[in-house]
């Protein structure tokens, strides 16, 4: 359901630029009688290449959801090459959760989901630690604790792998899980994990910015949501913010500062993702907003 | 010339919600030879209302410039009862100053000008005052010192609506004009007047909003840029900003951090007018951003 | 204990400006052998009133936690006819939330407090709803379902008073508690109920603030902490932030977006609560930070 | 004069940690007829090192202000081995611009000068290019223009030093001037060289920001004013803003919307020094705000 309450389809699509995408596209809608929401379209004129979010209306469209996808391939999609992706606003993705020691992230998006504030579910928190398991208890929530070491780690992520088979999941999000991701685990869930870094990135990346971003004495702090790739703090940047801080601020008050502002930028982003605002494009994201 | 340095149209459409127009139109710009540059578009669901804007290249267009409004009439925009206006990204509009005694929005505009900033003509300054005269020569923009009193008022706006016609002004940018407009010469230009107030509006409407601010011990600071309309302050809202002040900030300091403010936010509004970007239904504006 | 880890003393005084205040306070601190950790002064000179913060390591300070008290009022404030509190780092104030269905702050309260994020004791949930009993439970605090109308409000604020004094109530946060207080109620907590409410005040007070917002079609929307006092939404304000909002947002898109910034500035307000920054001096507050 | 249209002096002072400062000091300031309109003091606790500036009254001191520096000197600093610096609010310092081709900051500086909106002297502007002599002869102010090139430059920075020397420059404000500062140079004027950067440092140093953000795909850019030092864009960050950008905006946009925040982050630096709010230790600054 979209946010007025009807159900809609939303296409996202990238391809090269040239003449007469936009209008294939809306023929095709028209013709199987939906209605367009919304539809939010731009060309990056440097590398020519085309970029659009439509949502439009199910109510009288002629095509059950099912054979959209092969109806709108054979139409237009594969005349122009597009890259695209067909999702539905009743859509319910199931979403694991990967978590360290520190709760601040954790218990946001906990509390967001048992508020009803995202269209998710969340069947699975996978840890190195169990320093959470009685928060996941409390919210009835799957908790498998698998500590991860040099040497464990390779057995480990075939562990999480196939939970994350077994559970049906459909992206993850590192809630500040403190465990760098080998890029074979990566390749399963190509732009379906998200993390949050805490810094402005690139400022900062790898490990304790804060205490980075004193030393440097910087006047203001970020956080930044991206997707995970094989080279670390380095994936499409999904959202930032910063805050400011001043000479008072011991590293422990950046750290105090810095934890409300991921917990908000890391939101931000999974209400992206589970809105189908987000596309990739090398290394940049395209968010419909 | 737009960002890319194309030549290119725009067309800014409302109407009532309705299927079939996002196709019609960008059938009407293919069809024609046109390339769709960007298009944005939604529905405004609680009152099934319609809003686009959308840009294309005109390169190889087969409608000559003056042929667009008349066909885009009889093709599209009359069976759906829109409300639309098609401009040139090579457009130059002419732009008249009102400025009183304070100079910073006066001197951040004309610096901008100078610099290239914008695509716009400045050929025309109005003041009640005489002070700016001498930055007005500076910049070798004529400067017509007319002087309000209740009395004077209704001769000396005959005047400057005389002065405007015969500048051939397409829009009006109050920059910190001390003076309230009657209702009768703001109808001469609906929508293309545009003024900054020192607050963020609603709040602290009228005079002295800074010794309001104090008054009230606020934490933040704003400015609001608007379309002039007949009630004081209360026009459609184009951009807002605000700045944190704190209990050492005197009134004098809020004034000083204000200045930074209306400055960029009465810019970011001209911006958004000279890139027709503003749309305006009811008392609200979209800005296509 | 301060964030440096070293038992302290905070003094928050305000008085009539005149010379030789500083050196009197610090003098008494030094000579009863403290080392001072931070000090903020500043005169308003509008009012000729002096506001200050002092903190003082204790760990060699030569009086006793109980007498300072009355060492520092025969030594120094009486002389200057201040208004003046101490406090110390070791306090651990006891703080009651009052709530009513809305989960958001409510749930940001009680995780950042289950992180230890704060020094503070939260023995008491009162609300006049039960929808969050079984969230109370969960964090094993006990919750008073105390439903009030027009009728039964006398009745009820009495209890709640009664509630408050048994369970050794320091301050009260209204974590979105949808009851406007009696002035009785108000009078037994002066400067020590904190509410959230979700406008940048003085801009819409009252009920329906985003549905206020959007129909005046500003660009930004807010929130403000503030001390409550008799008249509703006019108490000294604490905290305000603000975020963008574009004219595709909803009301339901800005309740949404407007739940992350309750849920900080509530808390940044709580904070300066926790940790003796705030002082009041008629309708403004000071916020030493 | 300070904002109160008093005439006061400032103490800025950093010294080891010990007890007895602050009331050593405001001892000092009381005994000799002074009276303290503001005083900021803090510890860095990780440091041991104490930082203070304090504001007093001249009004009834009994020290002429060419005899406080040996007073103060003998009565306290001497003994805390104090490093500190005493100024006046009736100073009106000399600041040199120099410039390159971009004139945004080099306009809304000397437009802001001849607001009056800032207490300062600018006798002097330097330039390799001869771009902006029109604009500083608008402005009545002398512009010499020296080429710099690899070869050249030794010469021309004695040239400039001749200069900065001849015209009594205290401090000089580069405002986009697109060449390295020899270390000899810079050592000339420690902590008096204030210069923009176009990115949010330690991200993006050294030439072309604006690329580097759009090829990293950044969600915010930022500047950062800070004291020149040897090692290029690593000197102590005095103030950092940021702004949003989206996937729309091309490197014309950023460089676009970067422009106004280095305006407003280049004049707030120059502010805070031309109040006396700045001090350096190490790499950091203390900015007393």
């Keep these: 359901m979209n946010s007025s309450g009807t159900r809609s389809a939303i296409l996202l699509i990238h391809c090269k630029d040239q ?5 294939s596209i809306t023929d095709f809608i028209f013709n199987n009688g939906g209605n ?5 379209q731009h060309v990056d004129s440097e590398h020519r290449r085309f970029f659009m979010r439509v949502e439009w209306d199910l109510e009288k469209f002629l095509l059950g959801p099912d054979s ?8 237009v999609a594969t005349r122009f090459g597009m890259e695209w992706q067909l999702h539905f606003s009743s859509d319910r993705p199931r979403m694991a959760l990967f978590v360290s020691k520190l709760p601040h992230c954790f218990y946001d998006i906990l509390s967001r989901h048992e508020a009803g ?11 190195n630690h169990n320093d959470m398991a009685a928060v996941a208890a409390r919210f009835d929530i799957d908790y498998v604790y698998l ?8 057995e480990q992520e075939s562990k999480q792998l196939e939970l994350l088979q077994d559970y049906g999941i459909d992206f993850i999000v590192l809630a500040r899980y403190m465990q760098i991701l080998s890029e074979s685990f990566i390749d399963h869930y190509p732009q379906r994990i998200i993390n949050i870094h805490h ?14 971003a004193y030393e440097r004495g910087v006047k203001i702090i970020g956080a930044t949501s991206h997707y995970v790739t094989a080279e670390l703090d380095a994936g499409p940047i999904i959202e930032q913010d910063v805050v400011h ?23 931000r982003a999974i209400w992206h993702q589970l809105n189908h605002n987000l596309l990739v494009c090398g290394n940049r994201t395209v968010v419909f907003d």
Aim: glycine share 6%.
């Design 19 to 23: 003449p007469g995408i936009v209008v």
């Design 36 to 40: 367009i929401l919304s539809l939010d």
């Design 68 to 75: 959209i996808d092969k109806a709108f391939e054979d139409a």
């Design 117 to 127: 504030e995202w269209q998710v579910e969340i069947p699975l928190i996978v840890s």
């Design 147 to 154: 500590p991860v070491n040099p040497d464990s780690k390779p």
């Design 199 to 212: 810094s402005f990135l690139p400022a900062f990346p790898g490990g304790r910015p804060y205490h980075s």
């Design 245 to 267: 801080v001043s000479h008072k601020d011991t590293v422990e008050d950046m750290v105090r500062k810095g934890r409300d502002l991921e917990k908000v930028v890391l939101a």
